[in-house]
């Protein structure tokens, strides 16, 4: 017991460690979060439940602002930084994520958002002046092909959508690969993963309403009981978003990225455990310990 709590500190105590656990709580939220949108959108269209998603993460957000938020930062470069992030993430990206689930459907869009690493590490690098020598890239490159790997079959993926489609899971992944650095830079200025996710989701309220409600003037929008699952997705994707700006101010783009972008084996562990949809097999292993090395690369880099 001894030598286990000796450990334990050391864990603790690393630099690594709350992020690599922040990073991993946001992509088990988003795995999660993946299961509960293919049930909405059985009666729900994707962009109202976007807006409903997003709206409820906002809500709540300013529920508790009073208690979280100094006034003060209202008027810091971080503001702006957090609004013009917003436009982008989470409404854009829960935008086009549910809008792929429904069209190209949830393995595929699981698929390509493996690369959201890549593209934010790259303007992490590129911009934000952070370094990743040969051993992260390594640990890099086998989580996205293990993350690739984890949607990937034999017998190949069932076509039933034009071939422009595919761009809607890639833009997904372009906003979040977007977003993330720009988050880090706001949480320079102010350190409130708090104050970041109020003011992201607010703006991506208010953008995802203008994108709404001429749809609804026109009876275009499709609501039902999937509103509600909407609802559980907006706690659920928001207490994601938290965990990745905690992250994002506690740590290294170049190590929160690829382990928040482990979404896809946390969706294929809760549809094999929790909803029943997978069966796990020797290719699941193989994931695994592409997921796990490469992890373990990045940590100890």
């Known amino acids: ?21 922040l990073s991993l709580a946001a992509a088990a939220m988003w795995g999660l979060g993946n299961h509960v949108q293919r049930i909405a959108l059985d009666d729900t269209d994707p962009l109202t439940g976007a807006f409903v998603s997003v709206a409820t993460m906002a809500g709540l957000c300013w529920i508790a602002a009073p208690f979280l938020v100094d006034a003060s930062w209202w ?12 436009i982008f993430f989470p409404a854009l990206g829960q935008r086009f994520q549910i809008a792929s689930v429904g069209l190209v459907g ?31 890239l390594v640990g890099l490159a086998l989580m996205v092909a293990g993350l690739a790997l984890a949607t990937w079959s034999p017998r190949g993926i069932k076509r039933g959508w034009p071939i422009w489609a595919i761009l809607v899971p890639l833009s997904a992944a372009l906003v979040r690969g977007i977003s993330q650095p720009g988050l880090k830079w706001g949480m320079e200025g102010v350190p409130s993963p708090f104050f970041a996710l109020l003011v992201t989701g607010t703006m991506s309220t208010l953008v995802l309403g203008l994108m709404l409600w001429p749809r609804h003037r026109q009876g275009r929008t499709r609501t039902g009981a999937g509103l509600r699952w909407f609802v559980a997705n907006g706690v659920i994707n928001g207490a994601g978003i938290f965990a990745l700006n905690a992250a994002l101010s506690l740590g290294a783009l ?22 029943r949809r997978e069966t796990l097999g020797l290719k699941h292993l193989a994931i695994a310990l592409c997921v796990v090395i490469g992890g373990a690369l990045i940590l100890t880099r």
């Open 1 to 21: 017991m001894l030598a286990l709590g000796a450990i334990w500190r050391y864990l603790v105590s690393m630099e690594t460690f709350w992020p690599a656990i």
């Open 75 to 86: 008027w810091t470069r971080s503001t702006l930084i957090f609004a013009i992030m917003g």
């Open 106 to 136: 949830p393995s595929l869009t699981a698929s390509l958002s493996a690369f959201t690493p890549v593209i934010a590490v790259s303007i992490g690098v590129l911009f934000l002046g952070e370094e990743v020598g040969a051993q992260s």
């Open 254 to 275: 170049t190590l929160v990225s690829p382990l928040s972008g482990t979404v896809p084996l946390w969706a294929l562990a809760f549809g094999a455990i929790i909803f």
